[in-house]
């Protein structure tokens, strides 16, 4: 499956952004979802995951309360909801897809977007 991230962009803390992640390829349906971000000279972190059908998410606890990962496998899109933003979630952001269901593990992810940068000023 192919990903390809869009919705990042520049805001205020205490705002909020969607980002959305499209794939084409293989059954959507079948992938769970994980985000991820990046700030310069740190690891890709773990950001949230929902699983293949949506029926389950999980976060961050850096996010958990504020983000919210929704997917609709109609249009082959999953999103992230981010809410009362901190210059802290500045990174850039990365979808990535799994066969059978989401993971705290980059390592278990096949399929990754492009990302797409998030800068919250303060």
């Known amino acids: 499956v192919q990903l390809q991230a869009s919705g990042g962009g520049q805001v205020q803390a205490g705002g909020s952004l969607r980002l959305s992640c499209t794939a084409s390829?293989?059954?959507?349906?079948?992938?769970?979802v994980g985000w991820f971000r990046q700030v310069p000279g740190k690891e890709r972190e773990f950001t949230g995951g929902i699983s293949a059908r949506g029926m389950s998410t999980f976060y961050a606890d850096s996010v958990r309360g504020r983000f919210t990962i929704s997917r609709d496998n109609a249009v082959n899109t999953v999103y992230l909801q981010m809410n009362d933003l901190k210059p802290e979630d500045t990174a850039v952001y990365y979808c990535a897809a799994r066969a059978g269901g989401a993971s705290i593990y980059q390592s278990q992810y096949e399929s990754w977007g492009q990302g797409t940068q998030v800068t919250v000023s303060s």
């Open positions: 390829g293989r059954t959507f349906s079948n992938y769970g």
